[in-house]
C-alpha cells in the first residue's frame, strides 16, 4: 500500500517567517495529494490540495509544490502568523483510498 | 460543516468487551473513512468504504471490522477491546474520488 513520510516532525518558526514541510510518497499511481491542519482538540480540515496534473498551486500565504518524476510534495507557508501554529498533515490518495503522513507540529514564535 | 457525527464522543470500556463506534452523515457521500490518531502515527487509516457494503482493509485493520448497511452510517467495531487500541478515532467522509475529505469530531477511547 501506500507509504507517505513526512518531515519535519516538529518545526518552530519566528512570526514572519517562512515554514516548509516536505512528504514522500511511495505509489507512482497516486494522483490526489490534499494537506490538512489540525488545531489543538479540533478535527483535521483541508487547506489546499494539488492533483498530479499540476506542480504548484498557491492559496494566499499558503502554496504546494508537487514533484511526480521524485514522489515528493512540499507545504510553504509564507509570512507565519500566530494561528498557523497547528499540526499539519499531508496525505497521498489513489482513486478513492487516503493515506496521511504523520503529522508535522508547527510553532509560529512570537 | 459538514454533516458528519460520530458518537459516542467518549468512551472508556474493559479489555475483553466489544465496543462500536457510529459514524452518521447527512450528505450522501459515497466515501467512508475510519482513521486512529496516536501520537507519533499521524492519522492510519483502518477500514474504508466505497459504497453500501462495500468496504476494505486500510494499514492497519487488525481487531477491527466494519459495516455500512445504510449510506449515510458506517461502523466500527472492535471485536474485543485491547489497550493498544486506546486512541482517538476519526471518521471521515468524502463526496468523489481525489476530493476533500471531512472529518467528524472524533471519538476518545480508552481501554482499561
Known amino acids: 500500500g501506500e507509504n507517505v513520510e513526512q518531515h519535519p516532525s516538529t518545526l518552530s518558526v519566528q512570526e514572519g517567517d517562512s515554514a516548509v514541510i516536505k512528504c514522500t510518497y511511495s505509489?507512482?499511481?497516486?494522483?490526489?495529494f490534499p494537506w490538512y491542519k489540525q488545531e489543538l482538540g479540533k478535527r483535521p480540515q483541508l487547506i489546499i490540495d494539488i492533483r498530479s496534473n499540476v506542480g504548484e498551486k498557491k492559496d494566499q500565504r499558503i502554496a504546494v509544490t508537487l514533484n511526480k518524476t521524485a514522489k515528493h510534495f512540499s507545504l510553504h507557508i509564507t509570512e507565519t502568523q500566530p494561528e498557523d501554529s497547528a499540526v499539519y498533515f499531508c496525505?497521498?490518495?489513489?482513486?478513492?483510498?487516503?493515506?496521511f503522513g504523520a503529522g508535522t507540529t508547527v510553532t509560529v514564535r512570537a | 460543516d459538514a454533516g458528519i457525527t460520530q458518537s459516542p464522543r467518549h468512551k472508556v470500556t474493559e479489555t475483553g468487551t466489544p465496543v462500536t463506534l457510529r459514524c452518521h452523515q447527512t450528505e450522501n457521500h459515497r466515501y467512508m473513512y475510519w482513521y486512529r490518531q496516536d501520537p507519533g502515527h499521524g492519522l492510519r487509516l483502518i477500514h474504508y468504504?466505497?459504497?453500501?457494503?462495500?468496504?476494505d482493509k486500510g494499514e492497519v485493520s487488525d481487531g477491527y471490522s466494519v459495516s455500512r448497511s445504510k449510506t449515510e452510517d458506517f461502523l466500527l467495531t472492535l471485536e474485543s477491546a485491547t489497550s493498544s487500541q486506546t486512541s482517538v478515532y476519526f471518521c471521515?467522509?468524502?463526496?468523489?474520488?481525489?476530493?476533500?475529505?471531512?472529518f467528524g469530531q472524533g471519538t476518545r477511547l480508552t481501554v482499561v
Open positions: 468504504s466505497y459504497g453500501v457494503k462495500d468496504t
Open positions: 496525505a497521498a490518495s489513489k482513486n478513492y483510498k487516503l493515506s
Open positions: 471521515a467522509i468524502s463526496g468523489e474520488e481525489n476530493t476533500e475529505a471531512f
Open positions: 505509489d507512482s499511481a497516486s494522483n490526489y
